[in-house]
């Protein structure tokens, strides 16, 4: 996969770029601010970004906001961003379009090596990945929301897992049930939302979508 890196910190971007390389990964280009991210995927156009929120010239969002203009330029162009921080408000419009292809991790969870390649390769493949931390804060945000309230607490995390990208087989081995038990909670929570008769759609995206909206 030919990925493209943005992060200020000279040393977390270099050995980025190794650990990459290392697991057979192209790196065309890895730069220190969002203006050249920007100018170097017009130029390369890459499979996927990893790309920090807070670069500078102010070190407030600038990733975040070069994450969605690629995403609006792009869409082809996998977005995987790192914080340390969740940016509640920039998170949810990152998210409020498709989510294929599109994740946000903690900076926590790349020294977890494998977790941040597993997240890498579930977003370029098309996937989402996003830190449980972060679809926590989010939840935090929206529970107020009906009818998000009429959940019962095996179908919020049932949709806390599915919201971080898991599939029902990956949710039922997280949560030690079997798969027809995931499916149940699944269908559960789709009635609850009023999505169990749309079509045209991914119920499963749209159910994280509302999960993770305003």
């Known amino acids: ?6 992060e200020d910190s000279a040393l977390l971007r270099e050995g980025l770029v190794r650990l990459l390389k290392e697991e057979g ?9 969002a203006d050249a991210l920007l100018r170097a995927v017009t130029a390369e156009r890459p499979d996927a ?4 929120v807070r670069m500078p010239p102010t070190h407030t969002d600038e990733g ?12 082809e162009v996998k977005v995987l961003v790192l914080s340390q921080y969740v940016e509640k408000k920039y998170a949810t419009e990152l998210m409020s379009g498709s989510i294929d292809g599109v994740g946000y991790l903690l900076k926590d969870r790349v020294a977890q090596v494998g977790d941040f390649l597993d997240a890498l390769d579930r977003v370029g493949a098309g996937g989402t990945a996003f830190d449980p931390e972060v679809v926590r804060q989010l939840l935090a945000r929206t ?3 009906d009818p ?20 029902n087989a990956s949710i039922a081995q997280s949560l030690h049930v079997s798969q027809s038990a995931v499916e149940k909670h699944v269908n559960a929570l789709f009635d609850k ?3 169990s008769h749309t079509t045209g759609y991914s119920r499963r995206v ?4 509302r999960y993770l909206g305003s």
């Open 1 to 6: 996969m030919r990925v493209m890196l943005a």
């Open 206 to 209: 749209l159910a994280v979508l």
């Open 49 to 52: 970004v990893v790309v920090d």
């Open 64 to 75: 975040l906001r070069a994450a969605l203009e690629i995403r609006r330029r792009w869409p």
């Open 25 to 33: 990964h192209d790196v065309p280009a890895a730069v220190g601010d």
């Open 193 to 195: 939302l009023a999505l």
């Open 148 to 167: 998000l309230t009429q959940l019962t607490a095996r179908e919020r995390q049932v949709l806390e897992l599915m919201a971080q990208g898991l599939t």
């Open 143 to 145: 529970s107020h929301t």
